[in-house]
């Protein structure tokens, strides 16, 4: 059965679809304010252990991956209206019950937080992008950059919400204010999901917009679809896959701790704060312009261009002083949003859209796995780095690094060739 008969409403214009994606998505970008939470659940939870706080952040960010290839495979089958709302229910529950966790059982925050708000996530993440990428063939880049741009609007919106939530809800404990504010963004998730989710359909079959007609594929270009079994036999699947692992390490690292580093570079707390919202802020306008911008440049050279931006920029954290910390952090969150708002795009490029949910999903293992290990790797050197911010150096020339070899790695993509379709 489609999801499209499982629910009466049916959706006739296509911005629909996404205006109910882009309110969805912004709950979602409640996983890029985790360094509100951090400090509050290292010393409540972990004791004082950042390096076992942030992999929290960065589990929810591995398992998003799975649950999207699971989620994406199941939307295929039945259509993303019950995927999506089935995510929205398993993610608020991960959140009420990581409401729940206290310091004698820690590791249930990885499981709640992490496991169940992954899960969710995943199942609502790749099957809303794929699901506006079919309504939007004309555009594609451009509409996975409005897509994933509004989970950094998300960012911006709930900063301040938790920052207020966690001071009244907290009753002068630091880590309690931390805990409830989980439980109300469950209340959130639930009803926004909910009803959203009712307005989000897959167009007819060999949907086009009117006016468009598809562009000729270049000579040896990509025209079949292809299933995920497929896509996995491809070279270029694995150096699409491991370009967005090294490519994301930076921008995580600097989200996972915005706010300790500028607290640490000299910044006071509430403006630290603000730095949260910079980098959601330059994370969603990243997405946007980079989405739209290669669609005019192409796929390999905007994303060329990001790495190198990012392999020079991440090393600037270690030797910059004062308020100068939140114009690099604006940067990087900018470059950051630029790899999701690209990536969504160039995988449909060279797989095509009709499994697009579960083939994104595979993809985005690459950004799970890069996710675990930057998240380590930061809270690693956040320890060393307590009585002096400017010995986390290290992680920083390792996310540089990652960025120069995700350049090779774009380097040496080059289009499908053995999966073209004939035609007549």
């Not at 199941?74 to 993303?80: A, C, F, H, L, N």
């Not at 993610?91 to 019950?97: C, I």
């Not at 952090?329 to 697009?356: E, Q």
């Not at 996710?371 to 290290?394: F, H």
Request: aromatic share 12%; glycine share 12%; hydrophobic share 50%.
């Amino acid at each position: 059965m489609k999801g499209a008969q499982v629910f009466p409403i049916k959706i006739k214009n296509r911005v629909i679809p996404v205006i109910a994606s882009i309110a969805i998505q912004m709950c979602l970008g409640t996983a890029y304010i985790w360094s509100v939470f951090q400090t509050g659940v290292a010393n409540y939870l972990f004791s004082g252990n950042n390096a076992n706080a942030a992999l929290t952040f960065s589990l929810l960010l591995a398992i998003l991956s799975v649950g999207s290839a699971f989620g994406g495979k199941i939307q295929d089958k039945i259509g993303p209206r019950p995927v999506i709302i089935s995510g929205g229910i398993i993610l608020a529950a991960g959140f009420f019950l990581s409401s729940l966790v206290r310091p004698g059982t820690p590791w249930l925050l990885w499981v709640t937080y992490g496991g169940l708000g992954g899960i969710g996530m995943g199942f609502i993440y790749s099957t809303s992008i794929a699901c506006c990428q079919k309504w939007f063939p004309d555009k594609r880049g451009f509409i996975s950059g409005i897509i994933v741009s509004a989970l950094g609007f998300g960012g911006v919106l709930f900063t301040p919400i938790a920052e207020s939530l966690i001071k009244t809800l907290g009753n002068g404990i630091e880590g309690i204010g931390e805990l409830k504010t989980f439980a109300l963004l469950a209340l959130i998730f639930i009803a926004v999901c909910t009803v959203g989710g009712l307005f989000i359909v897959n167009p007819p079959e060999n949907y086009r917009p009117k006016g468009w007609t598809p562009p000729e594929p270049k000579s040896g270009a990509l025209v079949q679809q292809f299933s995920p079994l497929e896509m996995l036999r491809t070279p270029q699947f694995y150096l699409i896959t491991g370009t967005l692992m090294l490519a994301c390490m930076a921008g995580l690292m600097m989200i996972g701790f915005a706010k300790p580093i500028a607290i640490a570079k000299g910044v006071t707390p509430n403006v630290a704060a603000v730095g949260v919202m910079i980098i959601a802020i330059f994370n969603s306008l990243g997405r946007l312009f980079w989405g739209w911008l290669s669609d005019k440049l192409g796929r390999k050279r905007t994303l060329i261009i990001l790495l190198a931006l990012s392999a020079c920029i991440i090393p600037l954290v270690s030797f910059t002083k004062g308020y100068m910390i939140l114009a690099l952090i604006g940067v990087i969150g900018f470059s950051y949003g630029g790899f999701l708002g690209t990536f969504p795009a160039i995988t449909a490029d060279y797989f095509g859209t009709k499994n697009m949910g579960s083939n994104y999903g595979f993809v985005l293992v690459g950004f799970g796995i890069g996710a675990v290990a930057s998240s380590y790797i930061a809270g690693y050197y956040k320890n060393i780095a307590k009585a002096d911010i400017e010995l986390m150096l290290p992680a920083f020339i390792i996310a540089s690094a990652a960025a120069v070899a995700g350049v090779v790695l774009m380097l040496l993509l080059k289009h499908p060739k053995k999966k073209v379709e004939k035609t007549n």
